[in-house]
Protein backbone atom coordinates (compact mmCIF):
# COMPACT_ATOMS: atom_id res chain seq x y z
CA UNK A 1 0.00 0.00 0.00
CA UNK A 2 1.58 3.26 -1.06
CA UNK A 3 1.65 5.72 1.94
CA UNK A 4 0.52 8.86 3.28
CA UNK A 5 1.96 11.62 -0.34
CA UNK A 6 2.21 15.09 0.07
CA UNK A 7 2.38 17.65 -2.56
CA UNK A 8 5.13 19.72 -3.12
CA UNK A 9 7.53 18.95 -0.96
CA UNK A 10 9.32 22.44 -0.60
CA UNK A 11 7.53 26.02 -1.61
CA UNK A 12 8.82 29.32 -1.36
CA UNK A 13 6.53 32.28 -0.96
CA UNK A 14 6.64 35.78 -0.19
CA UNK A 15 4.78 37.62 2.43
CA UNK A 16 1.11 38.18 1.48
CA UNK A 17 0.72 35.46 -0.66
CA UNK A 18 -1.11 32.55 -0.11
CA UNK A 19 -0.79 29.01 -0.84
CA UNK A 20 -2.14 25.79 -1.01
CA UNK A 21 -1.09 22.06 0.09
CA UNK A 22 -1.87 18.75 -0.85
CA UNK A 23 -2.52 15.54 0.86
CA UNK A 24 -3.03 11.95 -0.41
CA UNK A 25 -4.25 9.73 2.37
CA UNK A 26 -3.22 5.78 2.72
CA UNK A 27 -6.16 3.79 0.40
CA UNK A 28 -8.97 3.47 2.49
CA UNK A 29 -8.46 6.01 5.17
CA UNK A 30 -10.91 8.58 5.51
CA UNK A 31 -9.30 10.75 8.70
CA UNK A 32 -6.76 13.28 7.92
CA UNK A 33 -5.01 15.71 10.15
CA UNK A 34 -2.53 18.44 9.77
CA UNK A 35 0.07 19.47 11.87
CA UNK A 36 2.53 22.88 11.92
CA UNK A 37 5.90 21.74 13.12
CA UNK A 38 8.29 24.24 14.23
CA UNK A 39 11.66 24.63 16.11
CA UNK A 40 9.91 26.71 18.53
CA UNK A 41 6.71 25.67 19.02
CA UNK A 42 7.23 21.77 17.94
CA UNK A 43 3.95 20.32 16.72
CA UNK A 44 0.98 22.10 16.67
CA UNK A 45 -2.43 20.67 15.37
CA UNK A 46 -4.14 22.51 12.76
CA UNK A 47 -7.10 20.39 12.39
CA UNK A 48 -9.29 17.02 11.04
CA UNK A 49 -11.18 16.21 8.59
CA UNK A 50 -13.11 13.21 8.17
CA UNK A 51 -15.60 11.82 5.73
CA UNK A 52 -15.27 15.20 4.22
CA UNK A 53 -16.31 17.17 7.52
CA UNK A 54 -13.98 19.51 9.50
CA UNK A 55 -13.97 17.69 13.17
CA UNK A 56 -11.58 19.59 14.89
CA UNK A 57 -9.59 22.54 14.95
CA UNK A 58 -6.58 23.81 16.52
CA UNK A 59 -6.08 27.17 17.54
CA UNK A 60 -4.79 29.10 15.02
CA UNK A 61 -6.11 32.10 12.84
CA UNK A 62 -8.72 31.89 10.30
CA UNK A 63 -6.16 32.37 7.46
CA UNK A 64 -5.84 28.60 7.46
CA UNK A 65 -8.16 26.55 6.19
CA UNK A 66 -8.82 23.34 5.09
CA UNK A 67 -10.99 20.79 3.09
CA UNK A 68 -11.02 17.41 2.36
CA UNK A 69 -12.94 15.42 -0.94
CA UNK A 70 -14.96 13.00 -2.00
CA UNK A 71 -11.71 10.64 -2.12
CA UNK A 72 -10.47 11.33 1.33
CA UNK A 73 -7.60 13.61 -0.49
CA UNK A 74 -7.05 16.71 1.67
CA UNK A 75 -5.99 20.28 0.76
CA UNK A 76 -5.20 22.80 3.75
CA UNK A 77 -4.69 26.65 2.53
CA UNK A 78 -2.93 29.51 3.62
CA UNK A 79 -3.51 32.57 2.77
CA UNK A 80 -1.85 36.19 3.22
CA UNK A 81 1.20 34.68 4.58
CA UNK A 82 3.10 35.51 7.20
CA UNK A 83 7.09 35.20 7.84
CA UNK A 84 6.19 33.34 11.20
CA UNK A 85 3.98 30.57 8.55
CA UNK A 86 7.26 28.97 7.62
CA UNK A 87 7.08 25.47 9.08
CA UNK A 88 6.98 21.91 8.24
CA UNK A 89 3.41 21.19 7.66
CA UNK A 90 2.51 17.24 8.51
CA UNK A 91 -0.37 15.52 7.47
CA UNK A 92 -1.82 12.54 8.81
CA UNK A 93 -4.19 9.90 7.99
CA UNK A 94 -5.71 7.67 9.72
CA UNK A 95 -8.45 4.38 8.99
CA UNK A 96 -11.09 5.80 11.59
CA UNK A 97 -10.89 8.78 13.64
CA UNK A 98 -7.45 10.48 14.80
CA UNK A 99 -7.30 9.60 18.46
CA UNK A 100 -8.74 6.29 17.83
CA UNK A 101 -6.36 4.38 15.87
CA UNK A 102 -2.78 5.47 15.03
CA UNK A 103 -1.68 7.97 12.57
CA UNK A 104 -0.11 7.82 9.12
CA UNK A 105 2.12 10.67 8.23
CA UNK A 106 3.56 11.99 4.91
CA UNK A 107 6.88 13.44 4.83
CA UNK A 108 6.01 17.05 4.73
CA UNK A 109 5.84 19.72 3.28
CA UNK A 110 8.64 22.91 4.10
CA UNK A 111 7.22 25.61 3.31
CA UNK A 112 9.33 29.10 3.55
CA UNK A 113 7.74 32.48 3.36
CA UNK A 114 10.17 35.34 2.53
CA UNK B 1 -7.47 19.70 29.87
CA UNK B 2 -5.36 16.44 28.57
CA UNK B 3 -1.68 16.78 28.08
CA UNK B 4 1.42 15.04 27.32
CA UNK B 5 4.26 16.12 29.09
CA UNK B 6 7.60 14.50 27.89
CA UNK B 7 10.33 16.50 30.59
CA UNK B 8 13.59 15.86 28.96
CA UNK B 9 14.43 18.04 25.86
CA UNK B 10 17.65 16.61 25.14
CA UNK B 11 18.95 13.37 26.10
CA UNK B 12 22.53 11.96 24.81
CA UNK B 13 23.77 8.88 25.04
CA UNK B 14 26.84 6.76 24.02
CA UNK B 15 26.49 4.03 21.48
CA UNK B 16 25.55 0.67 23.12
CA UNK B 17 24.41 2.10 26.28
CA UNK B 18 20.83 1.53 27.19
CA UNK B 19 18.41 4.20 26.54
CA UNK B 20 14.75 5.37 28.50
CA UNK B 21 12.85 8.28 27.42
CA UNK B 22 10.10 9.36 29.52
CA UNK B 23 6.17 10.46 28.30
CA UNK B 24 4.03 11.17 31.00
CA UNK B 25 0.13 12.00 30.30
CA UNK B 26 -2.77 13.73 32.01
CA UNK B 27 -6.18 12.20 31.14
CA UNK B 28 -8.96 10.77 33.07
CA UNK B 29 -9.19 7.59 31.47
CA UNK B 30 -6.75 5.24 29.78
CA UNK B 31 -6.20 6.57 26.40
CA UNK B 32 -4.43 5.17 23.29
CA UNK B 33 -0.55 5.15 23.38
CA UNK B 34 1.98 6.09 20.75
CA UNK B 35 5.51 6.40 20.50
CA UNK B 36 6.35 8.17 17.15
CA UNK B 37 10.73 8.87 15.85
CA UNK B 38 11.24 11.62 13.15
CA UNK B 39 14.07 11.93 11.63
CA UNK B 40 15.56 15.43 10.74
CA UNK B 41 13.41 16.74 8.12
CA UNK B 42 11.19 13.84 7.33
CA UNK B 43 7.75 12.57 8.47
CA UNK B 44 6.88 10.59 11.93
CA UNK B 45 7.36 6.98 11.93
CA UNK B 46 5.19 5.07 14.48
CA UNK B 47 7.42 3.17 16.97
CA UNK B 48 5.00 1.32 18.97
CA UNK B 49 1.03 1.44 20.42
CA UNK B 50 -0.37 0.54 23.00
CA UNK B 51 -4.49 0.15 22.93
CA UNK B 52 -5.04 -2.89 25.89
CA UNK B 53 -3.56 -5.83 27.25
CA UNK B 54 -0.09 -6.11 28.28
CA UNK B 55 1.38 -3.40 29.65
CA UNK B 56 4.54 -3.97 27.71
CA UNK B 57 4.75 -3.91 24.53
CA UNK B 58 7.22 -4.26 21.38
CA UNK B 59 8.20 -1.74 19.01
CA UNK B 60 9.87 -1.59 15.61
CA UNK B 61 13.84 -1.27 15.77
CA UNK B 62 14.09 -2.68 19.23
CA UNK B 63 12.07 -0.67 20.61
CA UNK B 64 9.54 -0.94 23.81
CA UNK B 65 7.25 1.10 26.27
CA UNK B 66 5.66 0.29 29.39
CA UNK B 67 2.28 1.02 30.24
CA UNK B 68 2.05 2.31 34.27
CA UNK B 69 -1.59 3.56 35.07
CA UNK B 70 -0.45 4.29 38.69
CA UNK B 71 2.05 6.75 37.17
CA UNK B 72 0.43 7.86 34.00
CA UNK B 73 3.25 7.15 31.85
CA UNK B 74 4.32 5.47 29.05
CA UNK B 75 8.25 5.14 28.60
CA UNK B 76 10.44 4.09 25.81
CA UNK B 77 12.81 1.81 26.10
CA UNK B 78 16.14 0.03 24.17
CA UNK B 79 18.14 -1.94 25.66
CA UNK B 80 21.13 -0.83 23.50
CA UNK B 81 21.00 2.36 21.11
CA UNK B 82 22.67 2.50 17.87
CA UNK B 83 24.01 5.44 15.96
CA UNK B 84 20.76 5.67 13.48
CA UNK B 85 18.65 5.77 16.80
CA UNK B 86 19.52 9.46 16.93
CA UNK B 87 16.20 11.49 15.91
CA UNK B 88 13.36 13.34 17.75
CA UNK B 89 11.02 11.32 19.61
CA UNK B 90 7.35 12.36 20.31
CA UNK B 91 4.82 10.74 22.82
CA UNK B 92 1.49 10.82 21.69
CA UNK B 93 -1.86 10.17 23.15
CA UNK B 94 -5.38 9.57 21.41
CA UNK B 95 -8.28 10.49 23.17
CA UNK B 96 -10.93 9.18 20.82
CA UNK B 97 -12.24 12.54 20.00
CA UNK B 98 -8.53 13.96 19.24
CA UNK B 99 -5.05 13.40 19.17
CA UNK B 100 -1.98 15.18 21.31
CA UNK B 101 1.48 15.22 20.86
CA UNK B 102 4.65 15.83 23.56
CA UNK B 103 7.03 18.43 23.12
CA UNK B 104 9.60 15.88 22.18
CA UNK B 105 12.62 14.63 23.40
CA UNK B 106 15.96 15.35 20.76
CA UNK B 107 18.18 11.81 20.70
CA UNK B 108 21.88 12.56 20.44
CA UNK B 109 23.96 9.22 20.26
CA UNK B 110 27.62 10.06 20.45
CA UNK B 111 30.25 7.05 19.16
Known amino acids: KAGVTQTPRYLIKTRGQQVTLSCSPI?????VSWYQQTPGQGLQFLFE???????NKGNFPGRFSGRQFSNSRSEMNVSTLELGDSALYLCASSLVLAGENEQFFGPGTRLTVL | AQSVTQPDIHITVSEGASLELRCNYS??????LFWYVQSPGQGLQLLLKYFSGDTLVQGIKGFEAEFKRSQSSFNLRKPSVHWSDAAEYFC?????????FGTGTSLTVIP
Open chain 2, 27 to 32: YGATPY
Open chain 1, 49 to 55: YFSETQR
Open chain 1, 27 to 31: SGHRS
Open chain 2, 92 to 100: AVGTGNQFY
